[in-house]
Every structure is written in structure tokens, then in C-alpha cells.
């Protein structure tokens, strides 16, 4: 097999850091393996800023390996052709994997894939049974399923990075992109549902990033689902508030929650039905205070650590949401229709 020299030039940010170690830095090359192949990469520092936040380092990447090989690879791994329900999961993280777990039970003997930021966890997706590749992989197949769930907070054009995977899209089933109920424009505490307002472009940065996001969606024919804050025993609000002790914040802020179980049922639900253009909300239906919440959780008696409470006396509130127009079209129900009933303390 011949080996062509290449080079492939990325942009990554500050999140790079955790993949490459600290001496692969100083010395500017490192290598990764991705696909079964190990690529040298050599970093070269862009643009290097800080901010009181995050301190984001752009680098550019050049990656050399036997481009032949990989060619090869991806070939044969597409020798068998893309079977009708194969997946695409860009950012098969924690509900990306609940994902792919459920649609292989429905679907078995389907491949899934899953197109990541870093080579940090492919192993561990290699033994799932996910292809692994990274996000900036020149895409050689279109698959007829695709799930984007990977969070905009380690992107520098989440909007392109969107784009990116509606390319890998062959227009059969369906694409779904996982957004965020925290577009909707409430903090009152007042109701809200599919139909409600969204925030104006403008306001916030984040919530620009998401509606530019998912106007890319949209575009190219394939659905939304607004989800509300994901939570399962070890991860969600509650934990991190667990963790802080005492939290900053006003204890009457309303919270909408999902568990991430269901989070992956509702998105297959809604993979499943071919729907296109169309914008869907994920929550239990459950609203509660971030006091409530940390009442629930002490009354589990489930979690060792004791959370001190909040301190926050002003701020803005937050929204009661329904999706029933979502349960009623999707033909859904979660399996845990409350945090309560999660934690075992439903009345
Ligand atoms: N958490 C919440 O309360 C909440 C609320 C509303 C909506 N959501 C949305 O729900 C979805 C799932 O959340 P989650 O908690 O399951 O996420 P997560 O576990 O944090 O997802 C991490 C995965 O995404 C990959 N990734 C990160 N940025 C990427 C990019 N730009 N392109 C490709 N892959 C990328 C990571 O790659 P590496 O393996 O390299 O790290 C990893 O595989 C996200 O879309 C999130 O925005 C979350």
C-alpha cells in the first residue's frame, strides 16, 4: 500500500488541551489515533486569548499519516454499504449513548457511527460498538439516520459544525438536532409550550448560537428537539449544586428537567417518524423550584453529600413547560415523568 503524504488543517480550540498533554504542547507535535491509525500532529499557536471566563488557544493543526491507509479503512468500512437504519451520532457523548444503545435494540445488527471533537473516549466507543471518527473527517458516506448531540460549548461555529453533519445526511430518515429549551423568552415562571416565543437574536450569546444552529436545521429539512436540563444520578442541576454546597442563586427559579434515558427515547421517537422541519420539546412535564429540587433530593436520602442551600435573592425566574403537543404527536411518554418519581418519592 503506497503512502501519499498529506496534510488536513483544523481549527480547534482551548478544549484541546485536554487532549493533548502538556509536554505534547511545549514541544508542538504529538500524535493521535483515530480511525486504527496513529497521524502525527504538529500544533502551531493561532491566536492565544484569555477572558475572566475561559482561556481559548486556537491551534493549527497539521496532521500527516499514510492517507493510503486510511482511505483503505474507511472503505472497507463502508464495503457493506450504508444499511437502511445505520446512525450517525455527531457527539456521542452521555445521551448520544443512550442513543445508540436503544436504537441498536430496535435496530439490530445496524452500524452506528459517531463523529466526536477529540480521540479522548474512542476506545471506550470502539468497545460500544460505535465507529468513532473526528468531527473534521472528510464525510464518505451519507447515512440515513443522523443525531446531532453534541453542546455548543466547545465549538467555534457551532452553526458550521451543524452544517458539516447535515452533509453526512442522505435525506432518507431523518436528522435531528438536539437543542435547548432555554431559547424560549420566559422568566416569570409563567407556562410555555412548543409555540412560545423565543429569545431575539441579539440578546444572548448563547441563545443566538443555538436558534443560528438550528435554523441550519431546518434548512436542510431536519427537526429540533428543545430539551430541558438533562439529569441522571450523577449528573444534572442537582449534582452540581450538591457539589457547590451553597449556590448564589434565587431558590424560586423554576426548572424544567428530563432525564437523559428519556432524553434518548423521545429523540428516537422522533428519528423514527421521518417528520422533517419541525421543532419538538423534550421535558417530564414536571416543573419545579430549584428549592424543590434540593428538597427531593435530601428527602431521597440518596446523595452522601448536604447541600447548604441558596443564597440568591434576585435574578430572573424561569418557565413552566408542556410538551404535550410534542407526547401527543410523537406518541411519547417519559419513564420518568417527574424528578421525584426518578429519585423513588413521588407522592
Ligand atoms: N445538559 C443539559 O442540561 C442540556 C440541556 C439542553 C440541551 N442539551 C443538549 O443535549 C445534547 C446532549 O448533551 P450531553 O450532556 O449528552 O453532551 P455531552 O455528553 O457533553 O457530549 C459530549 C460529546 O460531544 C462531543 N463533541 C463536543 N463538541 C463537539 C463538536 N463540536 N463536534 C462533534 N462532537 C463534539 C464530545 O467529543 P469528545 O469525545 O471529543 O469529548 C463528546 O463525544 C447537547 O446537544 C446539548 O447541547 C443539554
Not at 457523548?93 to 435496530?107: D, N, S
Not at 460500544?128 to 473534521?136: A, V
Not at 409550550?193 to 437574536?201: K, L, R, S, Y
Request: charged share 20%; hydrophobic share 35%; proline share 5%.
Amino acid at each position: 500500500m503506497g503512502t501519499i503524504s498529506c496534510t488536513n488543517t483544523v481549527s480547534l480550540n482551548g478544549a484541546c488541551t485536554r487532549f493533548f498533554a502538556a509536554d505534547s504542547l511545549s514541544s508542538k507535535a504529538s500524535s493521535v489515533f483515530f480511525n486504527n491509525r496513529t497521524w502525527k500532529l504538529k500544533l502551531r499557536p493561532l491566536v492565544a486569548s484569555s477572558s475572566s471566563s475561559s482561556m481559548a488557544t486556537n491551534f493549527q493543526v497539521t496532521a500527516s499519516s499514510s492517507i493510503g491507509a486510511v482511505k483503505e479503512e474507511q472503505k472497507g468500512a463502508s464495503s457493506g454499504g450504508v444499511g437502511e437504519n445505520d446512525l450517525l451520532i455527531v457527539g456521542p457523548g452521555v445521551l448520544g449513548r443512550l442513543v445508540a444503545e436503544q436504537w441498536r435494540q430496535e435496530h439490530p445488527g445496524c452500524q452506528i457511527y459517531g463523529q466526536t471533537m477529540t480521540a479522548d473516549h474512542h476506545d471506550e466507543l470502539i468497545n460500544m460498538g460505535i465507529t468513532p471518527s473526528l468531527k473534521w473527517t472528510e464525510a464518505t458516506q451519507k447515512f440515513p439516520y443522523v443525531i446531532f448531540c453534541a453542546p455548543p460549548s466547545r465549538s467555534l461555529d457551532y452553526p458550521g459544525d451543524v452544517r458539516l453533519a447535515a452533509l453526512s445526511w442522505n435525506g432518507e430518515g431523518s436528522f435531528l438536532f438536539t437543542s435547548s429549551s432555554a431559547i424560549y423568552d420566559c422568566s416569570d415562571n409563567g407556562a410555555c409550550d412548543e409555540d412560545g416565543p423565543v429569545v431575539p437574536i441579539g440578546r444572548s450569546p448563547r441563545t443566538d448560537v443555538l436558534l443560528k444552529a438550528e435554523k441550519v436545521i431546518l434548512e436542510f429539512g431536519g427537526c429540533v428537539l428543545r430539551l430541558a436540563g438533562l439529569y441522571k444520578a450523577d449528573r444534572g442541576a442537582h449534582v452540581y449544586w450538591l457539589q457547590k454546597g451553597t449556590v448564589d442563586s434565587r431558590p424560586d427559579h423554576i426548572l424544567n428537567l428530563i432525564h437523559y434515558e428519556d432524553a434518548a427515547s423521545l429523540s428516537i421517537a422522533i428519528l423514527k417518524k421521518k417528520i422533517r422541519g419541525q421543532i419538538f420539546l423534550g421535558c417530564d412535564n414536571h416543573p419545579l423550584s430549584r428549592q424543590e429540587i434540593m428538597d427531593l433530593v435530601a428527602k431521597s436520602g440518596k446523595f452522601s453529600k448536604k447541600f447548604e442551600g441558596f443564597t440568591g435573592t434576585s435574578g430572573p425566574l424561569g418557565k413552566r413547560l408542556n410538551n404535550s403537543k410534542t407526547q401527543e404527536e410523537i406518541g411519547w411518554e417519559p419513564k420518568y415523568p417527574s424528578f421525584a418519581h426518578f429519585l423513588g418519592v413521588a407522592e
